[in-house]
């Protein structure tokens, strides 16, 4: 017989599989615009995209990004459009990182400084970041990394010698822009998403295990990545197509923020990747992609 113990898990396993249902239909009825809409893309930007992803790639050194912050229940497209209205020019942007009903669940610097009315709750343990720095003439170089920092304590303790990064040595001058929160996909070309359950503390429910994914990652000449894998996938089903997908045989590293109902991608003011339910539910960060005023 079976004891008592067995119902909720039968009762959880029916809610993960009418969740998943739901996705797959509502990813069904979306529809994202496609490439031949957008017109014509800046240099150093490119689509990217196959069977189970979407995305783009943005080219070191011609372009720039981003981290903006809202505090309202508007979504990443409405943000777009407000960036395009305040004169930046703007090209993406990607959804960004956790968040509860009060705060963004990750670190965050903008523009050189802390966000102001959004608080940041990171926690103590360490987590996965993508950053830009300005060095010589200006210029970003970009990075991914892991801190269990805020962005107020980064900028005042020290970030170079408190945040772990994917290259030796950081050279350029200073951090302008950081979003954090996430875990790691890949590591040196390595699948490590299991550090992610077992060191980062990582707890997701059944039903959100093959959700949407939010990935950047980044190559060996240092582009980034910025990509949603559709519902269905897991993290290792993530790291493989990362591993063995062409398009992607130069990614060394790569980690995930936020992702489910929040996934989204705008590009030229249009929904590369559609919100899942129909309802852009990105809240309170997102990463943009700029055109600089200049290019060296």
């Not at 981290?67 to 960004?96: F, I, M, P, S």
């Not at 990064?165 to 929160?181: A, E, K, M, R, T």
Request: with cysteine; aromatic share 10%; charged share 25%.
């Amino acid at each position: 017989m079976c004891g008592a113990g067995c119902l909720p898990v039968h009762g959880f396993d029916l809610q993960a599989q009418l969740k998943e249902s739901a996705r797959q239909a509502f990813a069904r009825m979306t529809q994202p615009v496609s490439v031949a809409e957008l017109g014509q893309l800046p240099a150093g930007f490119e689509i990217i995209e196959g069977t189970t992803f979407r995305g783009f790639k943005i080219k070191q050194g011609k372009l720039e990004m981003r981290v903006h912050t809202w505090t309202d229940q508007t979504g990443l497209l409405d943000n777009y459009k407000r960036a395009e209205e305040q004169g930046y020019k703007v090209v993406a942007a990607v959804n960004g990182t956790f968040y509860s009903s009060r705060s963004v669940l990750g670190s965050i610097v903008s523009d050189g400084g802390i966000p102001a009315g959004l608080r940041q709750s990171p926690g103590r343990l360490s987590r996965c970041f993508v950053a830009s720095f300005r060095g010589e003439k200006n210029v970003q170089s970009w990075y991914l990394g892991e801190t269990s920092l805020t962005g107020g304590e980064l900028l005042r303790l020290g970030f170079k010698e408190r945040g772990w990064f994917n290259v030796p040595q950081v050279l350029s001058g200073h951090c302008d822009n950081l979003i954090g929160g996430g875990g790691w996909i890949l590591r040196d070309r390595k699948d490590v998403h299991m550090e992610a359950y077992e060191r980062q503390r990582f707890r997701f429910a059944k039903a959100d295990q093959n959700s949407r994914k939010t990935v950047i990652a980044q190559d060996s000449e240092r582009n980034l990545y910025f990509l949603v894998f559709e519902t269905g996938n897991t993290f290792y089903k993530v790291a493989r197509t990362l591993v063995r997908e062409p398009v992607f045989a130069k990614v060394r590293d790569a980690i995930f923020l936020d992702g489910g109902s929040s996934s989204a991608i705008v590009v030229k003011g249009k929904y590369l990747v559609a919100p899942l339910y129909m309802a852009d539910r990105a809240r309170f960060s997102c990463i943009q992609i700029l055109i600089p005023e200049m290019i060296w």
